[in-house]
């Protein structure tokens, strides 16, 4: 069975820093792309940052500049370094991991992490 699990999440003051782990279990996490979402109350669950199992990234135009997504296949983790925290990062963060197989593609997320930035 396969489990993505967060932590790090937490109040920040805007321009904070915030560092998320994703830790993945019951798969070959080196043949994902290992992604981070968030999800802002009334909004819609949107990408921040995803990267591949070579080593490309993508960001969203939000957080470019400002986020920095790293892994390490060793130890099943993905991480999110988050700085100068706006009060619209505010959100539920989930931890993303997909990989197609003969067209087919799975999909699992982690239950999320909760962070707010607030003075």
């Known amino acids: 069975q396969v489990q993505l699990v967060e932590s790090g999440g937490g109040l920040v003051q805007p321009g904070g820093s915030l560092r998320l782990s994703c830790v993945a279990s019951?798969?070959?996490?080196?043949?994902?792309?290992m992604g981070w979402y968030r999800q802002a109350p009334g909004k819609q669950r949107e990408l921040v940052a995803a990267m591949t199992s070579g080593g490309n990234t993508n960001y969203a135009d939000a957080v470019k500049g400002r986020c920095t997504i790293s892994r390490d296949n060793a130890k099943n983790m993905v991480t999110l370094q988050i700085d100068s925290l706006k009060p619209e990062d505010t959100a539920v963060y989930y931890c993303n991991g997909y990989r197609t197989v003969n067209d087919v593609r799975r999909t699992y997320w982690g239950r999320g992490t909760q962070v707010t930035v607030s003075s």
């Open positions: 019951g798969t070959t996490f080196s043949a994902y792309v």
